[in-house]
């Protein structure tokens, strides 16, 4: 069986960047527990069960599948690969910072929210969303040179967050009104893949 990687200095940078993924999930998720209770909020029932289980399923089930060799990707996609999960990584933290103190992994609504339509939001409705898909498919598909892997992150995303957006969306359209029903009007852009 042929390695997963030509050489391993290329072992060395996937598992520095992967590194440097989970360092980023666990900043995350930090970033998050600071937040609960801090301010008086509107929220639906929070899914970070189904968020930590969602992630954890991508990584293992794609790294199973590289490391497998099963659907392999020729190896000059590895470099490509890192470059699309740092440009999936800086959306992600573009769009955080422009969201503020709005921003939170669980769907809620702040007493004085308003919504932001400025940065990524401009042109795409949850450009964290695709931010986290380019991550996924950079790191653990084309670095992982699986095309197993592109297509099992992109069949869970697609069931994973177009949920989300629904119920999301809902509950945005409920608690913000006209205001989250305009911007939808002005911004036609979901993440790619849901339908």
Known sequence: MTPLFPSSFEEAVFWAFFSLFLVLIAWIGRAQRALRSKESIKKRESDAASSALFTLSIIIVTLVLGYARIGVLPSWLFYPGLALFLVGAFLYLWAKSVLGRFWSIEVRVLTDHT??????????????YLGQV????????MALQSWASILFILIMSSIYYGNRIRIEEKF????????YLDY??????LIPFVW
């Open 115 to 128: 919504v932001i339509e400025k940065g990524p939001f401009r042109l795409i409705r949850h450009p964290m």
């Open 172 to 179: 945005l359209v409920a608690e913000l009104g006209n205001a």
């Open 134 to 141: 380019l991550v996924y498919i950079g790191l653990l598909g």
């Open 184 to 189: 939808v009007k002005r911004t036609k852009w």
